[in-house]
């Protein structure tokens, strides 16, 4: 069979060919020829490292040894072994057993060629019957005999494929052993496995499927094996399905289609039962609906049309059931706690057996029976829906409200909806309660103003019902708009004769000045400053209120009432963030103003140090504010005493030296004054404004002076006179007696000075009556509203060129909406006055239409 070299040895040179599946365990034994004629060559260690992991010829060549002669290998066994291996007339392969592994090994370079004119043709029936007994092996196996296959079997069942579907036509029976091995399928699943599932029912039957399916994989893995030569070549060539493919298919088309109506049935009965809270065997469910899945091969069209539409139908049928009962027995709380355990649970059963893609519509399905369909009867319910539970603070049961309603498509709309209602209603009380205790003159016992007190309440609810919304409903937006919503309702309400702008300007003082009747920490004033800034951005006047702020921070500044310099900048911070710097602009200029007016006063009382000549004859301070930051207030041609006179000159003079460019106006309204007033019974210090001081003074040079009298020498207007007048003649401290005694002052009084007066103290303050300043807000507020619209119409007007009348007005109070809602009929006044001032023009073919004039 080779010619023998001089050596007496006989050199085979082998290369890597390919990697074929074996059975877990191989025998590796020394060199020896079996029946069938397999060589088994027991490895070297050192040459089985290499390996081409393309299962392509290794360019490793191993070298084997051996002696010439064997005499073990016979003629006939050998001629029979190269019968089963041969592939062509060039090479010849082996089958070589590789202690773990297996490769076919071709063998070339023999001294002599081997010769394979003597090799004879495999027929399809010889084949075939050798094939029929590795697969009747494998069914005993399959129904737990105790039978297992040789490695050398294994490897003759294969070797036996091969060489049917490499012989040369018309020998080559590749398609013939195609179609065997869907027949070996077909009859293996026609006499055993539909028999014994035919006899099964209800949870048997779902057991024994298992058990089918699961021998089924095995059968398919093996015979895939044993014909892997036709997936590797035939089928790839005619692009036949793969031999896995055609064995799941057989399972599915004979036997998933005649049982997987009863065993669906079965699973959706257990989990029925499973639902009634009986143990089921969960594991066992988990196999069966794996076979709905794999079946399908890559594809879900199996299990959702064949297993999970029925399941979601009966799950809806189920909670329908339940849910009727439910909605008639249990309160609003009872009924949500059982909702949210059913979909706990089914979430449970995903988790545990059904596919994760069934949990969406799984739970869309329980959610639409037991939530949406009673939703508003639910939420509704009398004494236990959401108004109930809303009214009692029941944090907990909201809490569980949201997380139930906020899976369901605009589910949260009628819950914010309700919940908006009820922060409405709150709000409107409490204005009640404000008008109610204005109207009676009521002092909240907490010690405050009615008006305080019920910004207090207000601030109070929105921390009550923020926390609703940051911890029942998660920060969800549509409760934040609810909650902006209902506080725009009542905060834009006029309380007692008060916007809520006042109002909130007014809180804001009460808590910044001296004395107020808030009395609160640091940490608490920051903490109630932050609220208040926050309720600001409920209001629509937002202008107002910042005039209203204005004016009462002058008062603070200028009368030295603030209690914190700190908390005045912390403020503006905050309201500069809120509402942007142009609104906090002037409040800014005014602490400024204050600031530079210590550093003016140091420089003035260095300038009186070093002018002997120049000295005021008293104390004198002033401040110095510039006019765009402040309020506008009511100057006069007050007529001054001498001794005031002085001052007013020295201080021109002073702030000559600084700068000749600006004009000073003097403000004497909001001026004090310190008067040393001599009594009979004992001296006593009068803090004053400057119109009294100056009218006390004229009693120095007379005993009794008539109101027209003091009218002329003041120079002020009768409305200033009678307020001062009645001030120090009608009020608690009756400085001046008047003639005749009433509480009213008229311009045909006298007045003399009370000598005899005294009080306990030796320092009072004599307040002038104070003077409704609401009106004069208002009209300012006006005024510069109206500037504001000309400047929104002229930009908006500029940019656009042209414009129709309703797109001009919906523009301009966009622009506007930021710091108040403009009146239409505002808007329009003010484009009739653009108009005529020119800047606009109607269109000549459409009166409805302007055009901007450059």
Known sequence: MAHQNPSNKRTFQAGFHSRIPLPATLPAAPATVL??????????????????????????ILRFHGSTTNP?????????????????????????????FVLIAWFFRFRGIMTMSHMKPMELDEGWDFMQSGIQKLKKILEGLPEQFSSEEYMMLYTTIYNMCTQKPPHDYSQQLYDKYKEAFEEYIRSTVLPSLREKH?????????????NHKVMVRWLSRFFHYLDRYFIAR????????????????SVYEETKAKARDAVIALIDQEREGEQIDRALLKNVLGIYVEIGMGQMECYVQDFETHMLTDTAAYYSRKASNWIVEDSCPDYMLKAEDCLKKEKDRVLNYLHTSSEPKLLENVQNELLVTYSSQLLEKEHSGCRALLQDDKVEDLTRMFRLFSKITKGLDPVANMFKQHVTAEGMSLVQQAEDAAGNKAENVGGGPQEQVFVRKIIELHDKFMAYVTDC??????????LKEAFEVFCNKVVAGSSSAELLASYCDNILKKGG????????IEETLDKVVKLLAYISDKDLFAEFYRKKLSRRLLFDKSASDDHERLILSKLKQQCGG??????????????????????????????SLASPGIDLTVTVLTTGFWPSYKSSDLSLPKEMVKCVEVFKEFYQTKTKHRKLTWIYSLGTCNVNGKFDQKTIELILGTYQAAALLLFNGSDRLSFPEIKAQLNLADDDVIRLLQSLSCAKYKILIKEPLSRTVLESDHFQFNSKFTDRMRRIRIPLPPVDERKKVVEDVDKDRRYAIDAAIVRIMKSRKTLNHQQLVSECVE????????????IKKRIEDLITREYLERDKDNANVFRYLA
């Open 72 to 100: 073990k290998i016979s003629g006939y066994d050998f001629d029979r072994l190269c019968r089963l291996v041969v592939i062509d007339d060039h090479k010849s392969f082996f089958a070589l057993i590789f202690g773990d």
């Open 238 to 253: 005619r692009s036949l399905p793969a031999l896995n493919e055609v064995g799941l298919t057989c399972f599915r088309e």
């Open 517 to 524: 009747s808030e009395k609160l920490s640091d940490e608490a």
């Open 582 to 611: 142009q609104f906090t602009s002037k409040m800014e200029g005014m602490v400024t103003d204050l600031a530079l007016a210590k550093e003016n006063h140091s420089q003035f009382n260095e300038y009186l140090s070093n002018n």
């Open 815 to 826: 622009q506007l909406g930021r710091m108040f809602k403009p009146d239409f009929k505002a």
């Open 473 to 482: 409903f998660s920060n969800h937006t549509l409760f934040h708009k609810a």
């Open 202 to 214: 209800d949870e048997f039957l779902l057991r024994e499927l298992v058990k089918r399916w699961a």
């Open 35 to 60: 029946p069938r004629g397999i060589i088994i060559i027991k490895s070297n260690q050192r040459n089985k490292s290499k390996v081409d992991s393309a299962g392509q010829p290794s360019k490793l």
